[in-house]
Nanobody, 124 residues
Framework: QLQLVESGGGFVQPGGSLRLSCAAS????????IAWFRQAPGKEREFVAA????????GYTDSVKGRFTISRDNAKNMVYLEMNSLKPEDTAVYYC?????????????????WGQGTQVTVSS
């Protein structure tokens, strides 16, 4: 059974950092494009970052470029999202998702597998 489990969320002050983890089971993370999405209360789920199946290409939404970094540890079968210089507008539930596409995309409908999400709250 293919499963994704996020962890690492929490409460942080503006300017702080968090590292989110996404543990995969039932499949190898290097066989799928993996993305992070987020959803704030009352808003649609939005793309944050993604890494291609072979790890050679990654992408970010404009609002997190230079602050967030997506990475993958194939040996541990994990994907991470390093988040620095956090802002209150980064507050959301963060989800990791897996797609069978060769390259990453920004569209939620292209991701067939989702984790349960982890809450990130940025506030003073």
């Amino acid at each position: 059974q293919l499963q994704l489990v996020e962890s690492g969320g929490g409460f942080v002050q503006p300017g702080g950092s968090l590292r989110l983890s996404c543990a995969a089971s039932g499949f190898r993370v290097d066989s799928y494009a993996i993305a992070w999405f987020r959803q704030a209360p009352g808003k649609e789920r939005e793309f944050v970052a993604a890494i291609s199946r072979n790890g050679g290409n990654s992408g970010y939404t404009d609002s997190v470029k230079g602050r967030f970094t997506i990475s993958r540890d194939n040996a541990k079968n994990m994907v991470y999202l390093e988040m620095n210089s956090l802002k209150p507008e980064d507050t959301a539930v963060y989800y990791c998702a897996a797609s069978t596409w060769l390259v990453w995309t920004k569209e939620t409908q292209n991701y067939a597998y989702w984790g349960q999400g982890t809450q990130v709250t940025v506030s003073s």
